[in-house]
């Protein structure tokens, strides 16, 4: 079993910044591609940022390109999501992810519970 624990989040202004992290523990964490997805009331779960376990190469969804930077450390089985210049569509349970690849959030196996990121106007 694979378990993912994320951290961070809460509440922050329109333009600030938060940076999220994501625990791993019951497997070895530097052979998993770790991701990040995201549900607001109302909208399906969507994809938000992956980064790969061979070369930490990224990816990312349109709507967060250029705001969002996914990282790893894997010496500490932890992955982390910075996210700058936050809008209130940001708002949103954010879950960390693994396993999979790609923009589709079925590929992923495992999911964190979740944290919420609340972005005011």
């Known amino acids: 079993q694979f378990q993912l624990v994320e951290f961070g989040g809460g509440s922050v202004q329109a333009g600030g910044s938060s940076r999220l992290s994501c625990t791993a523990s019951?497997?070895?964490?530097?052979?998993?591609?770790m991701g990040w997805s995201r549900q607001s009331p109302g909208n399906e779960r969507e994809f938000v940022a992956a980064?790969?376990?061979?070369?930490?190469?990224?990816r990312y969804a349109d709507s967060v390109k250029g705001r969002f930077t996914i990282s790893r450390d894997n010496a500490k089985s932890t992955a982390y999501l910075e996210m700058n210049s936050l809008k209130p569509e940001d708002t949103a349970k954010y879950y960390c992810?693994?396993?999979?690849?790609?923009?589709?959030?079925?590929?992923?196996?495992?999911w964190g519970q979740g944290t919420q990121v609340t972005v005011s106007s």
């Open positions: 019951g497997r070895t964490f530097s052979n998993y591609n």
């Open positions: 992810v693994a396993k999979g690849w790609g923009t589709s959030i079925s590929n992923y196996d495992y």
């Open positions: 980064i790969s376990w061979i070369d930490s190469s990224t």
